[in-house]
């Protein structure tokens, strides 16, 4: 189960001086800058602000601090659509994701419209208003601060920031090493001629073993469940030949959609013919490994993307295990012992250091509660539209990327299509729209993989149709015609006019 998240009361608001602004956006990362810029450059005339919980820009590009930290997608595509990331690295670190967030929020003119230290506590929606009560608490005074906003577009994410996914380990109280879980990485950590056990398989995984490699006098990746693991050239073929012979903003579109179609490509093959995709991936590791037992290491027991695809630039993780600075272990963990580790099958791993690379906690909203004319909204009980907005709930948004695809192709269609409605509900005289769930009900899982951080969180998430606007597709080709191309007025949608008293007459 998920770590129950601290809910914090907001203390009383009657003195509380109230902002308004049109759009209030939650979270300064990369999709509530991607927002924040939309905003600015399709609805010049909206008001807005963005609230960060934290004290910079970059979300989890400026939180995780872990060797290595990096995109476990191409640049050309988790850049945004209207910024070229202009250098031909494909696989970026995360102090360059950050920085190429920060200068686009300093060349759109976004910094001075950000609020840091705002934590978002609860979203209250009048209809008599039209209008959402935000309340906020100052993380750093902890004073209590409100907004309303005619609209609330989400943008923290989905997953804990204040602690990552920690599974409790028999005997790790005897264990005499350090333990460090990678969403808390000490900024002073050396882990030079160290044993380092690091528990799990997953992106952070397989980051972190050929990163701290090169240091420690020895690695060792301990796997529960293998993951896919398929490298990619950490410099982008295409881009780089594009460089010097075409200007960026005429590249970045060929190099984005190349990369779009090949991976989209990819997946479906893997959803068609999984058994030809699993050999396909086992021999290209095989070639990787030659000497390694493939089929114990990296033959996972579910199909390719079931799971994300774990990504390695230029085959780090494997030239680290060919070379011997590192080893990969597949098994459960009996106990933790004074020195190590120590698996059912009796083997011993000597530790002075275990990180637990064992995923994330998911906190829908950022754990903020939304409530309607006084009434709370529970989350699962609702029904996804175009997996950005809920059912029964009006002028609200939430951006959650692909899970098979780069995070940003989905933000960029969201944040793009909120422009869209904006200006729809401006051209149209009306004050707030509403999606409404469809009538045959909805019964699919909100995010379809069998990943733990996502199987463990599910229960607290919406449902989703089995049939479009309902139906949130891993698509982005298909999404494109959804989003840019198709009707703001549909049979999931509803639009209200401005109420004339204590009602809102409801259009369909």
């Known amino acids: 189960m ?95 994701i950050r920085t190429y967030i920060q200068d686009t929020a300093r060349e759109y003119g976004v910094e001075q419209k950000i609020r840091f230290h705002h934590q978002v506590l609860s979203a209250d929606w009048s209809s008599d208003d039209a209008r959402w009560t935000v309340t906020a608490r100052r993380t750093d005074t902890e004073q209590t601060v ?41 900024a002073d950590f050396d882990g030079s001629g160290k044993r380092i056990v690091v528990i799990g398989s997953g992106a952070t995984a397989v980051t972190l073993v050929p990163n701290l490699a090169g240091e420690a006098e020895h690695v060792t990746m301990l796997q529960r469940t293998p993951s896919y693991v398929m490298s990619l050239p950490g410099r982008d073929p295409l881009a780089t030949f594009l460089r010097n012979k075409l200007p960026a903003k005429l590249a970045y579109p060929i190099v984005r959609w190349k990369n779009v179609l090949v991976s989209t490509a990819f997946y479906q093959f893997s959803q068609r013919f999984p058994g030809a995709a699993r050999k396909l991936l086992r021999s290209l590791t095989q070639k990787q490994l030659p000497g390694i037992d493939v089929d114990t290491h990296f033959n996972p027991p579910y199909n390719p993307w079931d799971q994300r695809l774990c990504l390695v630039p230029d085959g780090d993780l494997f ?89 940003t192709l989905k933000a960029d269609l969201v944040n793009r299509y909120v422009c869209r409605l904006l200006n729809h509900l401006d051209a149209h005289g009306y004050a707030a729209a509403t999606p409404v769930a469809p009538p045959e009900g909805a019964d699919q899982p909100f995010l379809d993989l069998a990943s733990g951080y996502v199987q463990r969180s599910l229960a607290d998430l919406p449902k989703q149709g089995r049939r479009k606007p309902w139906r949130l597709h891993q698509n982005y080709i298909r999404d494109v015609q959804l989003m840019r191309r198709g009707p703001l007025e549909d049979e999931g949608m509803t639009f209200q006019l401005p109420s004339a008293g204590t009602s809102q007459k409801a259009v369909a």
């Not at 924040?36 to 820009?57: F, M, N, W």
């Not at 602690?163 to 808390?184: A, D, K, L, M, S």
């Not at 680290?320 to 272990?329: H, K």
């Open 2 to 96: 998920a770590a129950e998240q601290t809910v914090i009361e907001p203390g009383p608001t009657e003195h509380v001086p109230t902002e308004h602004v049109d759009v209030l956006v939650v979270g300064a990362g990369l999709s509530g800058i991607g927002a924040a810029c939309h905003l600015q450059e399709e609805c010049p005339d909206k008001t807005y602000a963005v609230l960060e919980s934290r004290g910079a820009i970059g979300g989890t590009w400026d939180l995780f601090r872990y060797p290595g930290i990096r995109s476990d997608s191409d640049m050309f595509t988790l850049g945004y659509a209207f910024r070229p990331w202009k250098d031909s690295k494909a696989i970026a670190d995360g102090e360059a």
């Open 146 to 186: 409100r907004f309303t906003c005619s609209w609330l577009q989400v943008c923290s994410g989905y997953y804990r920031y204040d602690e990552g996914f920690r599974p409790t380990f028999e005997g790790e109280e005897r264990f005499g090493g350090e333990v460090i879980h990678p969403q808390h990485w000490p």
């Open 319 to 407: 030239r680290a295990l060919r070379r011997g600075q590192a080893s990969i272990a597949t098994g459960r963990i009996a106990t933790f012992t004074e020195k190590g580790v120590q698996l059912e099958s009796g083997e011993h791993l000597d530790a002075d250091v275990v990180v637990t690379a064992t995923g994330l906690n998911l906190l829908p909203m950022g754990g903020m509660s939304l409530r309607l004319d006084g009434t709370p909204v529970d989350v699962s009980e609702t029904v996804s539209y175009k997996g950005m907005m809920l059912s029964g709930v009006p002028n609200f948004t939430m951006v959650i990327g692909y899970t098979n695809a780069s995070w």
